[in-house]
């Protein structure tokens, strides 16, 4: 339980974090389907998509995940950088 909550306002405040947690995913997801198709899809002459089409959405996907992922990372790196410094100009 959170300090200086009560059992029902930490379950409210944990419904909430959740909730927000999935909206940020779906436009994160939303995001990644919105740039891909963009870049990726150009025949409307048939409702499958071409081997080109196909390829291209994986390889963007997987960019993009890679890419994501290596951000993620790099921002941890970072702030445990600025956490060290800061750290040790307290002492």
Known sequence: MDAGLTQAESRELD???????V?????VIGN???NCFNACVDDFTSK???????????????????????LGERFAELNAAMTAEMQNKGR
């Open 15 to 21: 419904q909430r974090l959740q909730k927000r947690q």
């Open 23 to 27: 909206k940020e995913f779906m436009n």
């Open 32 to 34: 990644l389907v919105d």
């Open 48 to 70: 499958a998509l071409s081997g080109r089409e196909g390829g291209c959405i994986s390889r963007c996907v997987i960019k993009s995940m890679t890419t994501q992922t290596r």
